[in-house]
């Protein structure tokens, strides 16, 4: 475990444990309590301020990356590059540039390279995303997602506010899963962006995001550290024979262009990213109905992310990289 911080501990820890015959047997984190509490919770373990001495252990078979963002791409490249398999945290990295270089480091070296966008399981998203061709060609998306930002949920998390090692604010941090969900659940590419950030501190605390999509689909997403009480989470996809709306109070709902209700059903999801991760190490068929987010998909959200900061400094629409 690299980065012993609140998603490692709150999130991921518990996953792995919950996978059985998995054993993080190597702690390492910007500061040696956290790996020593981190390693505590788990019931035992190693524990070192070197990250680079955990990935050269010959007991390590894979690695995962909590750190914060700007770490990403270079435990990345040294784990691929020792032979280890790699969880990254999302963002998976600041750039389409630094995500290139891990992709490319991963199937150099031959080793599983995947993404923590954990929202991909949640049952909602994946029942929207199995309802989605009933709305015939879609014509429009708007999304957005948000939480009282990590001095609300990680008050000890400082590093979020520093854009040298976070790469920005509530855009990076809540837009790029609200980025992945989206062509998730539609198998849309994003072409263009245009963006407008807002926030007094170093980085962002809001971003409005116009998306242009292919075939000429128009988009909005919001991302935001701003909702209080939390969560602000919506997405409506609209289609020329329906439109589907999915949100934090109630089961996602399809409304056909006639007026007609039909029940989408959610699925039951008893995979996670974790868990998915060990099967793809392992070699095993993916049980579905989740699907894991793959490096070229992480790769995708950031390139996306990275245009939207590029419109915001530039006032101009950008093309986002391929």
């Known amino acids: 475990?690299?980065?012993?911080?609140?998603?490692?501990?709150?999130?991921?820890?518990?996953?792995?444990?919950?996978?059985?015959?998995?054993?993080?047997?190597?702690?390492?984190?910007?500061?040696?309590?956290?790996?020593?509490?981190?390693?505590?919770?788990?019931?035992?373990?190693?524990?070192?301020?070197d990250w680079r001495s955990v990935i050269d252990r010959d007991d390590v078979d894979a690695v995962d990356i909590c750190f914060p963002n700007t770490f990403h791409r270079e435990q990345t490249v040294a784990a691929a590059r020792a032979g280890k398999h790699v969880l990254v945290e999302k963002p998976?990295?600041?750039?389409?540039?630094?995500?290139?270089?891990?992709?490319?480091?991963?199937?150099?070296?031959?080793?599983?390279?995947?993404?923590?966008?954990?929202?991909r399981y949640i049952p909602a998203l994946v029942a929207v995303r199995d309802a989605v061709p009933q709305l015939g060609p879609i014509v429009a998306v708007r999304?957005?997602?948000?939480?009282?930002?990590?001095?609300?949920?990680?008050?000890d998390s400082t590093w979020f506010f520093d854009r040298?090692?976070?790469?920005?604010?509530?855009?990076?941090?809540?837009?790029i899963h609200a980025i992945d969900f989206i062509r998730y659940v539609t198998g849309l590419d994003v072409k263009e962006v245009s963006a407008m950030t807002s926030g007094d501190d170093a980085v962002e605390d809001a971003a409005v995001v116009l998306l242009r999509f292919d075939g000429g689909v128009t988009?909005?997403?919001?991302?935001?550290?701003?909702?209080?009480?939390?969560?602000?989470?919506?997405?409506?996809i609209f289609g020329?024979?329906?439109?589907?709306?999915?949100?934090?109070?109630?089961?996602?709902?399809?409304?056909?262009?006639?007026?007609?209700?039909?029940?989408?059903?959610?699925?039951?999801?008893?995979?996670?990213?974790?868990?998915?991760?060990?099967?793809?190490?392992?070699?095993?068929?993916?049980?579905?109905?989740?699907?894991?987010?793959?490096a070229s998909e992480g790769r995708a959200a950031v390139a996306v992310v990275s245009a939207a900061y590029e419109s915001a400094r530039s006032g101009r629409t950008v093309a986002v990289a391929p």
Do not use: Y
């Open 1 to 49: 475990m690299l980065g012993c911080g609140a998603i490692a501990r709150r999130s991921h820890l518990p996953a792995l444990k919950d996978c059985g015959e998995v054993d993080v047997v190597a702690f390492a984190s910007r500061t040696i309590q956290s790996a020593e509490a981190a390693a505590a919770e788990w019931g035992g373990g190693d524990v070192s301020a």
């Open 92 to 119: 998976m990295a600041c750039t389409p540039q630094e995500a290139d270089e891990m992709i490319a480091a991963a199937e150099t070296a031959g080793v599983v390279l995947h993404v923590a966008h954990n929202m």
């Open 143 to 155: 999304a957005a997602f948000g939480h009282a930002g990590p001095r609300g949920w990680a008050p």
């Open 164 to 175: 040298k090692l976070s790469g920005g604010g509530a855009l990076i941090d809540l837009g």
């Open 219 to 236: 988009g909005v997403l919001h991302a935001s550290w701003l909702a209080r009480p939390a969560p602000d989470f919506g997405l409506m």
């Open 240 to 294: 020329s024979e329906g439109t589907i709306r999915a949100d934090a109070t109630r089961p996602p709902s399809l409304r056909t262009a006639a007026g007609e209700k039909v029940d989408i059903e959610l699925p039951s999801v008893e995979t996670n990213v974790c868990s998915d991760f060990v099967r793809a190490i392992r070699g095993e068929a993916h049980p579905g109905p989740a699907v894991p987010a793959s």
